[in-house]
């Protein structure tokens, strides 16, 4: 029995190493840093998920202690990239776009300043 | 902060309650009788200063056909987030880097704002999308792979699936 959870926890570990891994080449490669958060967001999250619960597994007495963490990380993870993101954008660094049509391909350019502001406040 | 009946204060109270009392027992990891004493203890005072505050839920959530709808939202959310991670996976590893960015908006016609939030950290978690804001109820997503500008269709391709399940929980 311990060797079988001994095989899925290994094998969580390293599911969840190589998507960091990932999410590390997707940072290092990405044009700007709208791309470099999809890319760090999505690979960590489920990396860092799947590497505790592998843990987890590893020593079930700690099992009760990982999903805790893991439901931690997966609100907390998707409001900080989304915290950067959004400061990015209200300090003016702009996405990359590769269309001609760049006002139409950033919707939230046209999105008054005092109203991305007024919602700090509120 | 509208005034709240006494229900609705205790309704709230209870939820609190039940939830800290559910992290409480996973950190202790046991079923001692004085451990449970305690945390009861605590998560009740703790429950009792936060009534004002966490005001997502009270006791409707309970509702079994809600319950069954959070089950189906967990699965296809976390089918939604391995989806995504192969896709970003797809992305990096290969050499052309095929990205095509950009921003769209939609709107949703969720109301709390618990059900939004739920919304926006589940768009951040699928596949090529990232929540940048949310402005009363219009959802702003930067879009690895734009497919589309105009807002219903865009909100057919990223949100539909969850928003008809969250619909029916909040």
New interface residues.
Partial sequence: MSTILQIIGGFLILVGSIFLFLGALGIYRMPDVYNRLQAGTKATTLGAMSLILGVGFLSPSWMMKALILIIFIAFSNPLSSHALARAMHIRGRFPKIYSNNAEEYDAYRKVEMSEKKEEVKS | MQELSFANKLSRFITSWFFLML?W???T?TYATQELLTGAFVSGIIAMFSVPFFTCCDLSLFHPVKIAYMIWFLIVFIKA??L??F???K???SPA?P???????FKTQLKTNFGKMVL??SI??TP??????V?DDVF?I?W?D?QT?HPEEAFTHIAESFEKILLKIF
Avoid at chain 2, 99 to 105: K, L, R, S
């Fill in positions: 992290v027992i996973a950190f990891s987030l391995i995504s991670n896709d970003v996976a992305r990096v590893i880097l990205i095509n960015p950009g921003i769209v908006e926006a950290n951040t978690l090529g999308t990232l929540t940048i804001d402005i702003y930067h690895i734009v500008t």
